[in-house]
């Protein structure tokens, strides 16, 4: 094991965390919409989010990276290969995020609504200032642990050519024959991130347990 | 649409195949993997040290790293260690070991929901402590953890997609290979997708039902 070989892999690390980043980003925003949806009182709304959230989850990851990056790509859209994996990831963090928000929001008191409205609160300012915060902190720790599996998920990126972790492990071990080592590095460098994700998830958990009362 | 449909019916054989071969390695890792995993969480909870030391290990590993390295360490590290694995001996390996890893926290969760009176019980009547695993434990935690190991038997199909980049002639791999040469990537995945979501969906369902029928009868 040599420090190049440590170093080579090292420079994978931000590919790794942009592309987590990203999807992760892109999936706990558009899971909202999808949440609100799964629980409306619109029969076809339902179907939709419905159809929509088993779809996602029933179709492996690097399937539905390969559907947007060569699918889309080939003549449909251009499309970069950070742009497909950030996309498809994105939109299966998506399904999996409303589903979160939709167990935690029946872990909200029924009583919180039923106080805003006799506060006659306007039904933006219900959502926004009582149910949000308690959303947040409810659903914090399912969040987390999934953002540290989506960070191992990320690892798709490299069959399609980001420069991540995986990726500079792969060429390495192929342009050296140490595949022992270098692939052990990649795994160490993965273990090593969601380490401290895990460990600041459960730290804000505590923090906003004490601060939020449920 | 005619188009499309010739074209799926001339490449469904060979998508087929593929799908035979993600189904047999997903199969031989979770018979490998469920008993590794009940191994583990007995591992996990001995009180001999090194047992205990050596199964966090393996548990934290298989959790913490992507299946995709561990895949790409089976079948391109070891054989620098002097062990060369087929592309399939390698899925197998690195599947294992990720289900061992995961259904050992599943089967643990289970076996901690044994009432800890039954385990009296059983010290109370004499019986020794392997007795009470296998008789009294095991039987009850199993039955537990029974549809979230069902539920990741699907994901596990759905991470066998992965030795797609270890060339084992899978579903994805064969998908992949047929849209390279044709140039028809969209149609082809399209079709993948839904042979993958034709066997999960209705797993995902079945599990949410068996949850719901074994829900009732212990509480």
């Not at chain 1, 339902?46 to 492996?60: D, E, K, N, Q, T």
Request: a neutral charge.
């Amino acid at each position: 094991m040599t420090a190049d070989m440590f170093l080579g892999v090292a420079t994978g690390i931000p590919w790794t965390l942009a592309v987590t980043a990203a999807a992760f980003v892109l999936g706990a925003a558009l899971g909202l919409p999808l949440c609100a949806m799964r629980l409306s009182n619109v029969a076809l709304l339902r179907v939709i989010a419905l159809v929509y959230i088993i779809l996602f989850r029933s179709v492996p990851p690097l399937l539905w990276v390969f559907v947007f990056f060569f699918g889309l790509g080939s003549g449909y859209l251009p499309i970069s290969a950070f742009e497909g994996v950030v996309l498809g990831l994105g939109l299966i963090t998506a399904a999996n995020m409303a589903e979160i928000y939709r167990g935690a929001l029946s872990a909200i008191h029924a009583g919180q609504w039923e106080a805003s409205e006799a506060l006659a609160l306007p039904s933006y300012s219900t959502y926004l200032d009582i149910i949000a915060p308690q959303l947040l902190r409810v659903s914090l720790p399912s969040s987390a642990s999934y953002a540290v599996g989506l960070l191992k998920d990320s690892a798709i990126a490299s069959t399609i050519g980001v420069t991540d972790i995986s990726f500079n492990a792969n060429y390495i071990a192929k342009s050296t024959y140490q595949g022992l080592p270098v692939f052990a590095i990649a795994a160490l460098f993965y273990i090593m991130i969601s380490l401290p994700v895990a460990a600041l998830a459960r730290a804000a958990d505590q923090k906003l347990r004490a601060r939020v009362a449920l | 649409m005619n188009d499309l449909l010739s074209f799926w019916l001339d490449s469904l054989p060979a998508l087929l195949d593929g799908l035979t071969v993600s189904l047999e390695v997903t199969g031989v890792a979770l018979a490998i993997g469920f008993p590794l995993g009940l191994l583990l969480a007995l591992g996990v909870q001995s009180k001999a040290r090194s047992l205990n030391l050596i199964s966090l290990c393996v548990v934290e590993i298989g959790r913490g790293a992507p299946a995709l390295v561990v895949l790409q360490f089976a079948y391109f590290g070891l054989p620098q260690a002097g062990l060369t694995l087929s592309s399939f001996a390698a899925a197998v390996f690195a599947l294992a070991w990720n289900t061992g890893a995961y259904t050992s926290e599943i089967i643990r969760a289970g076996l901690e929901s044994v009432p800890i009176g039954e385990i009296e019980a059983s010290s109370a009547m004499g019986m020794m402590r392997v007795d009470t695993l296998r008789f009294v434990i095991i039987p009850q935690g199993l039955r537990v953890a029974a549809p979230a190991l069902l539920g990741f038997a699907t994901q596990m199909l759905q991470a066998s997609s992965l030795c797609f980049a270890i060339a084992l002639p899978e579903l994805t791999s064969n998908a992949y290979v047929i849209g390279t040469n044709t140039f028809r990537y969209m149609e082809i995945l399209s079709l993948a997708g839904i042979l993958y979501a034709a066997i999960c969906v209705p797993a995902t369902i079945a599990v949410g039902v068996l949850e719901q029928r074994l829900g009732k009868h212990t509480r």
